[in-house]
């Protein structure tokens, strides 16, 4: 079984910039490796664990906005952690700039 279908809702995007998160051992930056609307991958040697609530301030498009966004994270392994969000962020990004798209597949 070879061939398995992309499970993901919304297409990633790769990206490196930073993150500034709080998660329940404390308020931390760390670098973001992609992105897409329903969630992040965060690059970082922190034992981050599985199920815990997170608040993320990070750019969306535009680097001179950094909203709130919050999340769980779902997977967490030895470079980094996966997170998903409440609620999609591509409501959250302005209009007129380029919108995180729903992957087609």
């Known amino acids: 079984m ?3 279908p992309n ?3 919304y297409q ?3 990206a490196l910039f ?3 998160y709080t ?5 931390y930056r760390d670098l973001i490796g992609n992105v897409s609307a329903g969630g992040i991958f965060i690059y970082t040697r922190r034992d981050i664990i599985d199920g815990q609530r997170i608040t993320l301030r990070f750019p969306i498009i535009a680097f001179d906005q950094k909203p709130s966004v919050l999340g ?3 997977r967490s392994q030895d470079k980094g952690f996966a997170v998903k969000f409440d609620s999609p962020i591509e409501e959250r990004i302005p209009r007129g700039s380029q919108r995180l798209q729903r992957n087609a597949v």
Do not use: P, Q
């Open 2 to 4: 070879g061939n398995s």
């Open 7 to 9: 499970r993901r809702e």
């Open 12 to 14: 990633r995007h790769t």
């Open 18 to 20: 930073s993150a500034k």
């Open 23 to 27: 998660v329940k051992s404390g308020t």
């Open 72 to 74: 769980t994270v779902v």
